[in-house]
């Protein structure tokens, strides 16, 4: 998905090559929020206000309050609060294009990057991440699905839309040799270079279905019931997590001890339903540094 | 019915007005977009993203951004014009080389390098600092050569009279140059400005959340692309229209077609830029300066308005008269060489003061460039010049002849005057403002003695009428006695001519001989390189005939004209009386 796209991997080499080896600490039995410890628990981080980069156009994930566009709402922004409230450090959200999110955080002009960032052993070389999701692909086609398509064969022969250089577009690509192989048609496939300008390609027939996070796919059907809906969906076996600064162990446990508390006290299942998140795909939490 | 160009001028006159009012009634209009309430219809959504302060901010963020990264881009873009005009390649090659680096490499990629790769070297910028310096960076090489481009359309000669005037390169530069090549360089810069502006969304990347950004995530949230885009959009054109208003105010400011008279009153003329030589002008001058003679003083030559004008210039320069003996100009042994090609091969020559001294010879025999030797508009290979016993712009050192350090005050300390083929008029400027600009940017001298000065000088070569004209309004002829008036204007102690009637048609030519005559008559030191064999007959008091690098022969017009010695001059003045007397 557009998620993955393969530019961020150029922009972040130009970032320094990580050399710091960090153990994945599990979360302490009794995680529980106290804020007023901050200083023995977290001592390198307290008192800082951490930088946390978003890019404020991802429902439901990241985005605007409408009510208020200083405002950020999401899955994300919500999780991110809630955490670092519970460990007693200050926040603040800086909003750039997703693409120049990690190098920042690889440069150390922001603390950590949390918007629905995938895992991959090739990015922890240079970030640190804690899981707390697991990746989906939906499906979004045109109201009333006109081209009956209710699974990844039923695209061949199709027009078809993914963003470019994702992961999604690869397997477009693959998925339309196999057909060809099995003697039908081959897929039409188009780019587009922002998430909204894919949906738009579904309103306008001008493709007949986008690949993209299940739950923006879910978000845009929801927001839009009359043009959308949402073909099919796949759980797929990328990890979502938050990456932060390489080597900086106390914030990686506070996001740890944080995440674990919110599981445990129901207050993340409760923010997976304010923004209409399967709460299945919620994950276990672990420290991953390689 | 109005032409469209008439139109068109008044929708640029009312474009701002248009912008303010509409802003005006927009806001007055659009609901506020958070309140609840009834669903809005798409036109009120959209006059209301137009007046949303998110998207707002956004637009002056980049305009914030714009703007200073221009002033940096520029100023460096300046800087490297001049070093990729250089002579030594090594400064060349190094402007080069940062134009061809910039402009090569995607700007993402820069702004991205700034802010990402600096930190680990210990240099953490800000998202608006690394947002200003990776635009001002990037400007820097296509303004530079946008302004590059705007000075080498300027015509050499232009500098070359400046320099000659004892200007130096930077007030050249500033008060010849660049006016002038603005008017090439505005439209590029209006477009690299306009760029700028929208281009300022790569910089979301860096998190730079201006408008384009704003919008998105705007859209990224309610996916009403059509009205919130559309709302950017108009924003967008609103702070475009202003950048091609003030191109348009600026072009006209600029454009020396334009009568500048006529342009006065314009609605245009609150622009005032007197720093490239367009600032305001006092009012019209008297129309005849003689009936309101200036007492004449030491800083107000030729203010007595009387007739003989040019005696009251030179007694000034000459408190000897009568002593016409004295050496004055003296060439030794000089040599002058272009690459391979030997111009001049050993010239010695004396000019004494008061004298009037014509030097003929065909084309390519070394006449002009010895003249250009004399001001140090080109320099000696061997040998010496002197200039009332001192050198211009010279040290002699181990025997050697070496540039003095600041030929600019060695030129305007020698004090002379010198008159182009080409007249080589500042285009930009009117024809008094042409005879003011040496004695007031070089001589210091204050503008309004300046100004009465050159009215005088343009009176006694009986221009007055003319004194608010711009050069391209003025016939060759009246071109080339504005030109003499401004080699006047600097008090000269010599005067240079360099075939100051060969540029102009034939019944041009009198009015010019006209006002050198009077001027020899009034006792100027003058060297004259012409080929006008009866004005040599009736004023020179020695014609000295030059080919291929040395003089062959001199002496008074009647043995040199009238009984040339050697062959060479007898051919060459057979074939002067052909072209001048056909019959």
């Not at chain 2, 384009?212 to 059509?226: A, C, E």
């Not at chain 2, 000088?457 to 002829?477: F, T, W």
Request: charged share 20%; aromatic share 8%.
């Amino acid at each position: 998905m557009f998620r993955s796209k393969g530019s961020l991997l150029a922009l972040s080499s130009l970032g320094i090559a990580a050399t710091l080896l960090v153990n994945a600490t599990p979360a302490s039995a009794e995680a529980k929020c106290e804020p007023d410890k901050v200083a023995t628990k977290y001592p390198s981080i307290a008192g800082k206000t951490l930088k946390i980069g978003q890019d404020g156009e991802s429902p439901p994930y990241s985005y605007r309050d409408p009510k208020d566009f200083k405002n950020l709402l999401g899955l994300d922004a919500d999780l991110a609060r809630e955490t670092f409230a519970c460990a007693g450090i200050k926040i603040e959200f800086v909003t750039g294009g997703w693409s120049g999110l990690l190098p920042a955080v690889i440069a150390g002009q922001t603390d950590m990057m949390w918007d629905t960032l995938y895992y991959t052993p090739k990015r922890a070389e240079q970030a640190d991440f804690v899981t707390y999701l697991t990746a989906a692909t939906g499906a979004l086609v045109a109201k009333g699905n006109p081209k009956a398509i209710k699974a990844m064969e039923d695209v061949c022969g199709k027009r078809a839309t993914a963003g470019l250089g994702t992961v999604e577009e690869a397997s477009f690509r693959e998925l339309s040799k196999k057909c060809e192989t099995d003697g039908k048609k081959e897929i039409s496939l188009v780019t587009y270079p922002d998430m909204p300008g894919g949906t738009r390609l579904i309103a306008n027939d001008r493709a007949d279905v986008m690949t993209t996070d299940l739950n923006m796919v879910n978000s845009f059907v929801k927001d839009n019931p009359s043009t959308f809906e949402r073909g099919f969906m796949i759980v797929s076996d990328y990890k979502i997590a938050v990456g932060y600064t390489k080597g900086n162990k106390d914030l990686g446990q506070a996001l740890l001890d944080g995440l674990t508390v919110l599981k445990e006290s129901g207050k993340m299942k409760e923010i997976f339903e304010k923004y209409n998140v399967d709460y299945s795909l919620a994950r276990a939490n672990e420290i991953l540094t390689k | 019915m109005k032409t469209i160009s008439a139109l068109l001028n008044e929708s640029r006159a009312a474009l701002p007005h248009a912008i303010l009012a509409f802003l005006v009634v927009t806001a007055s209009a659009a609901p506020a977009l958070a309140a609840d309430g009834p669903p809005l219809k798409p036109w009120q959504e959209f006059l209301s993203y137009i007046v949303e302060p998110f998207l707002l901010e956004g637009a002056l963020l980049a305009l914030q951004i714009s703007a200073l990264a221009m002033i940096g881009g520029i100023t460096l873009g300046l800087g490297l014009a001049l070093m990729r005009l250089s002579r030594n390649a090594a400064i060349r090659g190094s402007a080069w080389f940062y134009i061809w680096f910039v402009r090569g490499t995607p700007q993402l990629l820069q702004l991205v390098f700034l802010y990402d790769a600096l930190p680990p070297l210990g240099i953490k910028l800000d998202t608006f600092t690394t947002a200003v310096l990776g635009f001002a960076l990037n400007e820097a090489a296509f303004s530079a050569e946008i302004i590059r481009g705007g000075i080498m359309s300027v015509n050499r000669n232009q500098g070359i009279a400046a320099t000659s005037f004892g200007m130096g390169s930077f007030l050249t530069l500033r008060r010849i140059i660049l006016p002038q090549a603005m008017r090439a360089i505005l439209p590029g810069m209006s477009n690299d400005v306009i760029g700028m502006i929208k281009g300022t969304s790569i910089a979301s990347v860096i998190f730079v959340n201006e408008l384009t950004f704003r919008s998105q995530q705007i859209v990224g949230q309610n996916f009403k692309f059509f009205t919130v885009f559309a709302a950017a959009g108009v924003i967008y054109l609103i702070m475009t229209s202003a950048i091609s208003a003030c191109q348009a105010l600026l072009e006209r400011r600029f454009n020396i077609e334009i009568d500048r008279e006529a342009g006065r009153g314009s609605g245009f003329t609150f622009f005032n830029i007197s720093l490239f030589g367009f600032g305001p002008k006092p009012a019209a001058p008297p129309a005849s300066v003689a009936r309101t003679p200036a007492p004449a003083t030491k800083d107000n030559v030729g203010a007595a308005a009387s007739l003989d004008w040019i005696r009251n210039i030179t007694n000034l320069t000459s408190p000897e008269p009568g002593n016409e003996s004295v050496p004055f100009v003296v060439f030794r042994n000089v040599h002058k060489a272009y690459g391979s090609r030997e111009v001049l091969r050993g010239i010695d020559l004396t000019v004494n003061k008061g004298e009037v001294v014509v030097i003929m010879g065909p084309s390519g025999s070394g006449k002009s460039t010895l003249l250009r030797l004399v001001n140090h508009l080109e320099s000696l290979d061997w040998g010496e010049i002197t200039v009332e016993g001192k050198y211009v712009g010279y040290q002699r050192r181990n025997n050697m002849m070496r540039p003095t350090r600041d030929l600019a005050k060695a030129r305007a300390d020698a004090q002379i005057g010198m008159v182009f083929q080409h007249f080589n008029l500042f285009e930009h400027l009117s024809a008094i403002e042409n005879v003011m600009e040496a004695p007031v940017q070089v001589y210091g001298e204050k503008p309004d003695t300046a100004r009465t000065l050159a009215l005088n000088l343009l009176a006694s070569v009986g221009l007055s009428q003319h004194a608010n004209k711009l050069p391209h309004r003025l016939s060759g002829g009246q071109q080339q006695r504005v030109a003499i008036a401004r080699a006047l204007a600097i008090s000269p102690r010599l005067m240079l001519f360099d075939e100051p009637t060969s540029a102009l048609d034939p019944e041009l030519v009198g009015e010019v001989l006209g006002v050198m005559r009077r001027l020899a008559e009034a006792g100027m030191t003058m060297i004259v390189v012409t080929h006008e064999v009866r004005f040599a007959q009736e004023v020179a008091d020695r014609v000295v005939f030059m080919d291929e690098g040395l003089v062959i022969e001199q002496g008074t017009p009647d043995e040199v004209l009238g009984a040339p010695k050697h062959e060479r001059t007898q051919r060459f003045l057979r074939m002067v009386e052909r072209e001048v007397d056909p019959a």
